[in-house]
C-alpha cells in the first residue's frame, strides 16, 4: 500500500474570491460540494478542495492560528514560456499579485505568483522564453492553456528525517534526487511530492522564511477500510512521526 495524494485541502477565507481565482486565472474545473469547493486540473494534479480555514485547522487537530511563510508551495507546470506569461496575466487580473517575476533559469522559465488567499503559486515551464525575438503574451488565442502537472512541495527543517520518513516510513518512490531536493512520485493521474529546506523554499519564492501556526493546507489519501486507515497510521507513528488526531468516525467515513 503506497500511500498517494487523492485530495489537497486549502483553507481560504472567502470561497467566492478564491473560486474566481481558480476558476477564471488557472482554469481549474470548479463544483460546488458541502460547505467547500473541489477544483479539477485534470492531467497529473490531485484534487484541490477549497474550505473554511478554520474548518480545514479543526480537521486536521490544530490551532488555526497562522503567520507568515506558510513551508510550502504548490506549482502549475505549462508547456511553454508564452503559456507561463499568459496565466501570470490571467492570475493578475483576477485578483493574485506577481510575487516574483518570470526569468530564464538554466531548466526553464517560472515566475511565482500569490493567490487572493497568500498561497504561493509557482508556474513555470521546462522550455526556456528565446532571448531573441520575445512575444508578447499570448491572450485570447484559441488554444485552453492546462497544466500538464500541479505538484505540491513541503518546506522542512531536516530533509534527512523528512526523507527517511517519506521513503522509508511511507514507502514513497523518489523521482527525482538532488542534493537540496527530492521530489516523489505521486501516481498516475495524482500531484507529486516535493521536498526543499525551508529556508530553501523561501528563497526560491523569494519570500521571508520566517512564519509559525497552521500552514494552511492539509493532504488526503483515500483508502478502502478502517483497517487500512489503522494500517497506514500504525506505520507513521513506527516511522517516528506523532499523531495529531486520532482516527474517528464521521459522516464521510
Given at each position: 500500500m503506497i500511500p498517494k495524494i487523492d485530495v489537497i485541502n486549502l483553507a481560504v477565507r472567502d470561497l467566492a474570491v478564491a473560486r474566481n481565482f481558480y476558476e477564471s486565472a488557472l482554469g481549474g474545473a470548479v463544483r460546488d460540494e458541502d460547505q467547500r469547493l473541489s477544483v479539477d486540473f485534470g492531467g497529473n494534479a490531485s484534487r484541490l478542495t477549497l474550505r473554511p480555514w478554520d474548518a480545514v485547522a479543526s480537521d486536521a487537530g490544530l490551532q488555526a492560528e497562522s503567520s507568515g511563510f506558510r513551508a510550502f508551495t504548490?506549482?502549475?507546470i505549462?508547456?511553454?514560456a508564452d503559456e507561463v506569461d499568459e496565466i501570470l496575466a490571467r492570475a493578475e487580473r483576477n485578483g493574485g499579485t506577481i510575487s516574483k517575476p518570470p526569468k530564464n533559469a538554466l531548466w526553464g522559465?517560472?515566475?511565482y505568483a500569490t493567490d487572493p488567499s497568500g498561497y504561493l503559486w509557482k508556474i513555470a515551464s521546462a522550455k526556456r522564453r528565446p532571448?531573441?525575438?520575445?512575444?508578447?503574451?499570448?491572450t485570447g488565442n484559441g488554444h485552453p492553456v492546462q497544466a500538464q502537472e500541479v505538484p505540491i512541495?513541503?518546506?522542512?527543517?531536516?530533509?534527512?528525517?523528512?526523507?527517511?520518513?517519506?521513503?522509508?516510513g511511507l514507502r514513497l518512490p523518489?523521482?527525482?534526487d538532488y542534493r537540496k531536493f527530492v521530489m516523489f512520485s505521486g501516481g498516475d493521474g495524482t500531484s507529486d511530492l516535493g521536498m526543499y529546506e525551508r529556508e530553501a523554499l523561501a528563497n526560491d519564492a523569494a519570500v521571508d522564511p520566517t512564519g509559525s501556526g497552521f500552514h494552511g493546507f492539509s493532504i488526503t489519501h483515500l483508502v478502502e477500510s478502517n483497517l487500512h486507515v489503522r494500517q497506514l497510521l500504525s506505520r507513521a507513528i513506527d516511522a517516528g512521526r506523532q499523531m495529531v488526531k486520532p482516527a474517528l468516525d464521521t459522516v464521510g467515513g
Open positions: 504548490l506549482s502549475y505549462l508547456e511553454s522559465y517560472s515566475a532571448l531573441i525575438g520575445r512575444k508578447d503574451a499570448v512541495t513541503i518546506g522542512v527543517a531536516d530533509m534527512k528525517r523528512a526523507r527517511e520518513f517519506y521513503q522509508e523518489v523521482k527525482k
